[in-house]
């Protein structure tokens, strides 16, 4: 399932704890929280603002953590 900025709006808040891997598909990660409403780039691709990265992380480098 494709998720879109609008599901993922509706689904999490700002302040969401989430797992970021910088390179896709890799083994290292981080655990943030998002800052920031998710909002497409002029391509389309979501993208969100992470507590410790500046700029937009692609949702697809992202997971919810759960507790």
Do not use: C, F
Request: proline fraction near 4%; glycine fraction near 12%; avoid cysteine.
């Amino acid at each position: 399932m494709k998720i879109t900025v609008e599901n993922w709006n509706q689904r999490y808040p700002v302040g969401t704890k989430v797992i970021y891997w910088p390179v896709a598909g890799g083994s290292e990660y981080e655990e943030s929280e998002t800052r920031s409403k998710a909002w497409a780039l002029g391509d389309g691709h979501p993208v969100v603002l992470i507590k410790g990265r500046s700029g937009g992380v692609s949702l697809m480098h992202l997971k919810i953590k759960s507790d």
